[in-house]
């Protein structure tokens, strides 16, 4: 079993229309429609009342495409992606011959195909989505062995089974896929996409299985072992995006692409540097934190400790932490004190007795967000909460100390960040009215900072008086040493055009056009 991430965010579900289309340089091109946001849609409406399901593999939207495509226009594959509210893309595939229809989200992030099968019976889930039919099939092949795949709040079990898949106008023959025969609890039944599609490294497949893309380079289908996404973020058009598979499309990107190198095969994961707040740094990533390009999930992950700094920075509604204000009400001045006089500020929290060890960021706080190494929960370091606030009391005080606030000042933005801790049902909500003068944040990725504005990481429902906005941002805390990470969703890939280069194991971004 490979390692998958367990993480909570929204489930935001869209609803998409595929229209196929070709084109006169070689390249298949399948146009992807975005319907408008619907405010009575079941699940907008959700999301509107703070109930948001939520769904690790769900929150996706994502289109592939060619940019300054690598070799032949001819070699390039390209799927077209839909939009709904921002927080979803997907396309359509199809299996076995003739090939069954799924509308499936392509996600970088897991590593398996999965769609529903005609055996789902007990399941409501199934009884809303397009279903696999082998009989159907005249290139099916029986395999049978069980596979299950736990996301954030839900999961799927069945069966592998093999048959061609057609991606595009590319068929991948003999393509090893997970039946789902259980698709248990309301989040896979009110979702529009019917399965997903796992871009990620084999490391983390669901039983070993090679992944479609995989198959695609093995069995010579695409010249250059490439494939690139463009999301467009404008919610009035219909095009939702683009995933390409062979290349880079230039028309979707400004500039040249930024590269990282892959710095662990199994999620498309990258070391990351400092995160900035309107311009300002916030030191949590000084020292350097992993970050991973997840398609498969709408929002923005990251440490708590940052977070509940963009949060305060932005004005978004949080949980007061009673634990926090308690640490720092008993012994900030004594942390300040001691930063001040330059102790290691790494020992400081278990010199005070309040950690049982040094030098650890991994905070934990009740969200179930680590990396499993066997597809259970990871056995990395879990702190109390009182070892947690003293340890995000230290990042904060030093953050202000090289600011060169006051002392007064710094204890006041402390309490202050004591009040704005991330929601730990993942939403926070903002005011409509103050988007327009809230900071910049900021991603230093291979020595560049990539720029969000508060336009691309707040995401809007609704329009006029009865308008609600959500931040982009929600907590997610990994310990060391495979963290802290950051997970860099569709609010980041949608500025950003990100090229997913298996060749060469690395990871690129460049301003989307």
């Given at each position: 079993m490979g390692t998958k991430i367990k993480v909570v965010l929204f489930l935001w579900t869209l609803l998409f229309a595929v229209v196929a289309a070709g084109s006169d340089d070689g390249i298949v091109r399948i146009g992807l429609k975005k319907m408008k946001l619907d405010e009575n849609n079941r699940i907008a409406a959700r999301l509107e009342s703070r109930k948001g399901e939520s769904l690790r593999g769900s929150v996706r939207k994502h289109g592939f495409r060619n940019s300054n495509f690598l070799g032949d226009s001819g070699d390039t594959d390209i799927v077209g992606l839909k939009n709904y509210m921002d927080a979803q893309y997907y396309g359509e595939i199809g299996i076995g011959t003739p090939p069954q229809k799924f509308t499936v989200i392509f996600d970088t992030g897991s590593s398996n195909l999965w769609v529903p099968s005609s055996q789902c019976y007990f399941s409501a889930a199934c009884f809303f989505h397009s279903k696999y039919k082998s009989s159907q099939?005249?290139?099916?092949?029986?395999?049978?062995?069980?596979?299950?795949?736990?996301?954030?709040?839900?999961?799927?079990?069945?069966?592998?089974?093999?048959?061609?898949?057609?991606?595009g106008d590319l068929v991948v023959k003999d393509q090893e896929f997970i039946e789902a025969t259980s698709e248990p609890g309301l989040t896979f039944m009110v979702a529009k996409f019917d399965g997903i599609l796992g871009l990620g490294f084999q490391e983390i497949a669901v039983?070993?299985?090679?992944?479609?893309?995989?198959?695609?380079?093995?069995?010579?289908?695409?010249k250059d072992p490439v494939f690139s996404f463009w999301l467009n973020r404008n919610q009035e058009e219909e095009e939702g995006g683009e995933i390409v598979f062979g290349g880079i499309d230039p028309s979707h990107h400004k500039g040249r692409h930024t590269y990282v190198p892959v710095t662990r095969k199994g999620y498309w994961q990258f070391d990351m540097g400092d995160v900035l707040i309107d311009g300002k740094p916030t030191g949590y990533c000084a020292a350097g934190c992993s970050a991973i390009a997840d398609s498969g999930t709408s929002l923005l992950a990251g440490p708590t400790t940052v977070i509940t700094m963009i949060n305060q920075a932005i004005g978004a509604s949080g949980v007061v932490s009673q634990e926090c204000k308690g640490v720092v009400e008993k012994y900030g001045t004594t942390i300040m004190d001691l930063l001040i006089n330059e102790a290691h500020p790494k020992k400081i929290c278990s010199q005070m007795g309040l950690c049982t060890f040094d030098g650890s960021r991994g905070v934990s706080t009740g969200i179930e967000s680590v990396l499993d190494e066997s597809n259970s929960m990871s056995s990395g370091i879990i702190h109390d909460a009182t070892c947690a606030a003293c340890e995000m009391a230290i990042v904060w005080m030093q953050n202000q100390l090289e600011q060169n606030q006051t002392q007064e000042r710094i204890m006041n933005y402390v309490n202050e960040l004591c009040d704005r801790m991330p929601n730990p049902m993942g939403e926070s909500s903002v005011d409509c009215g103050r988007v327009s003068s809230m900071p910049p944040v900021s991603f230093t990725i291979g020595g560049r900072v990539f720029n969000l504005s508060p336009q691309e990481y707040i995401l809007k429902v609704g329009e006029g008086p009865q308008a609600q906005c959500i931040s982009g941002f929600t907590a997610l805390d990994v310990p060391p040493p495979r963290g802290p990470l950051w997970i860099l969703g569709d609010v980041f890939m949608g500025r950003y055009h990100t090229v997913f280069d298996f060749g060469k194991l690395r990871v690129g971004f460049a301003d989307a056009a």
């Amino acid at each position: 079993m490979g390692t998958k991430i367990k993480v909570v965010l929204f489930l935001w579900t869209l609803l998409f229309a595929v229209v196929a289309a070709g084109s006169d340089d070689g390249i298949v091109r399948i146009g992807l429609k975005k319907m408008k946001l619907d405010e009575n849609n079941r699940i907008a409406a959700r999301l509107e009342s703070r109930k948001g399901e939520s769904l690790r593999g769900s929150v996706r939207k994502h289109g592939f495409r060619n940019s300054n495509f690598l070799g032949d226009s001819g070699d390039t594959d390209i799927v077209g992606l839909k939009n709904y509210m921002d927080a979803q893309y997907y396309g359509e595939i199809g299996i076995g011959t003739p090939p069954q229809k799924f509308t499936v989200i392509f996600d970088t992030g897991s590593s398996n195909l999965w769609v529903p099968s005609s055996q789902c019976y007990f399941s409501a889930a199934c009884f809303f989505h397009s279903k696999y039919k082998s009989s159907q099939s005249s290139t099916y092949k029986r395999n049978g062995e069980p596979a299950a795949i736990q996301y954030g709040t839900g999961s799927i079990s069945g069966f592998f089974s093999y048959d061609s898949v057609k991606v595009g106008d590319l068929v991948v023959k003999d393509q090893e896929f997970i039946e789902a025969t259980s698709e248990p609890g309301l989040t896979f039944m009110v979702a529009k996409f019917d399965g997903i599609l796992g871009l990620g490294f084999q490391e983390i497949a669901v039983g070993n299985a090679v992944p479609v893309w995989y198959s695609m380079v093995k069995q010579g289908l695409i010249k250059d072992p490439v494939f690139s996404f463009w999301l467009n973020r404008n919610q009035e058009e219909e095009e939702g995006g683009e995933i390409v598979f062979g290349g880079i499309d230039p028309s979707h990107h400004k500039g040249r692409h930024t590269y990282v190198p892959v710095t662990r095969k199994g999620y498309w994961q990258f070391d990351m540097g400092d995160v900035l707040i309107d311009g300002k740094p916030t030191g949590y990533c000084a020292a350097g934190c992993s970050a991973i390009a997840d398609s498969g999930t709408s929002l923005l992950a990251g440490p708590t400790t940052v977070i509940t700094m963009i949060n305060q920075a932005i004005g978004a509604s949080g949980v007061v932490s009673q634990e926090c204000k308690g640490v720092v009400e008993k012994y900030g001045t004594t942390i300040m004190d001691l930063l001040i006089n330059e102790a290691h500020p790494k020992k400081i929290c278990s010199q005070m007795g309040l950690c049982t060890f040094d030098g650890s960021r991994g905070v934990s706080t009740g969200i179930e967000s680590v990396l499993d190494e066997s597809n259970s929960m990871s056995s990395g370091i879990i702190h109390d909460a009182t070892c947690a606030a003293c340890e995000m009391a230290i990042v904060w005080m030093q953050n202000q100390l090289e600011q060169n606030q006051t002392q007064e000042r710094i204890m006041n933005y402390v309490n202050e960040l004591c009040d704005r801790m991330p929601n730990p049902m993942g939403e926070s909500s903002v005011d409509c009215g103050r988007v327009s003068s809230m900071p910049p944040v900021s991603f230093t990725i291979g020595g560049r900072v990539f720029n969000l504005s508060p336009q691309e990481y707040i995401l809007k429902v609704g329009e006029g008086p009865q308008a609600q906005c959500i931040s982009g941002f929600t907590a997610l805390d990994v310990p060391p040493p495979r963290g802290p990470l950051w997970i860099l969703g569709d609010v980041f890939m949608g500025r950003y055009h990100t090229v997913f280069d298996f060749g060469k194991l690395r990871v690129g971004f460049a301003d989307a056009a």
